[in-house]
């Protein structure tokens, strides 16, 4: 599994949105400048979530950004493979695949398995409910002092 700065953005992108849930719309810019993310860039990555049914736009003077569902409803792995596709380490570890002639035997397989499975039970369980829920919790944590 590689995550690529669309996808970490991305997945950025919808925490800050998750933060937010149930306020009204951000604007592009205001999230480019807290994920400092290009704006070029993030309409790319903005236009995918909207297409993946992450995100929905609203247009006018109040417009901007916000999340299709809740935060509960959506899994840090579905916007994963979403994005960036399979989180499978090696292309052998899919059922399907016929590209190796030692795929009965080869015991890596099993390991990438093994470590796929790890990964999914990981990302497969975690919402960005959960997340932002976790970034609340780690900002109150911050102590200031003057």
């Known amino acids: 599994?590689?995550?690529?700065?669309?996808?970490?953005?991305?997945?950025?992108?919808?925490?800050?949105?998750?933060?937010?849930?149930?306020?009204?719309?951000?604007?592009?810019?205001?999230?480019?400048?807290?994920?400092?993310?290009?704006?070029?860039?993030?309409?790319?990555?903005?236009?995918?979530?909207?297409?993946?049914?992450?995100?929905?736009?609203?247009?006018?003077?109040?417009?901007?950004?916000?999340?299709?569902?809740?935060?509960?409803?959506?899994?840090?792995?579905?916007?994963?493979?979403?994005?960036d596709g399979p989180i499978e380490p090696v292309a052998c570890v899919d059922k399907n695949y016929k590209g190796c002639n030692d795929i009965k035997t080869c015991l890596f397989r099993g390991i990438w398995k093994d470590i796929s499975v790890g990964i999914s039970k990981v990302v497969d369980n975690i919402t960005f409910e959960d997340l932002a829920k976790r970034t609340r919790i780690q900002q109150s944590n911050y102590v200031y002092q003057i």
């Open 1 to 83: 599994m590689r995550i690529t700065y669309k996808g970490d953005y991305a997945l950025k992108t919808i925490l800050d949105l998750a933060l937010r849930y149930g306020n009204s719309p951000i604007t592009i810019h205001e999230l480019a400048k807290r994920a400092d993310v290009p704006i070029k860039f993030l309409e790319q990555i903005l236009l995918d979530l909207k297409r993946g049914g992450f995100v929905e736009s609203r247009r006018g003077k109040i417009g901007g950004y916000l999340l299709a569902r809740p935060p509960s409803k959506i899994k840090l792995g579905e916007v994963v493979r979403f994005i």
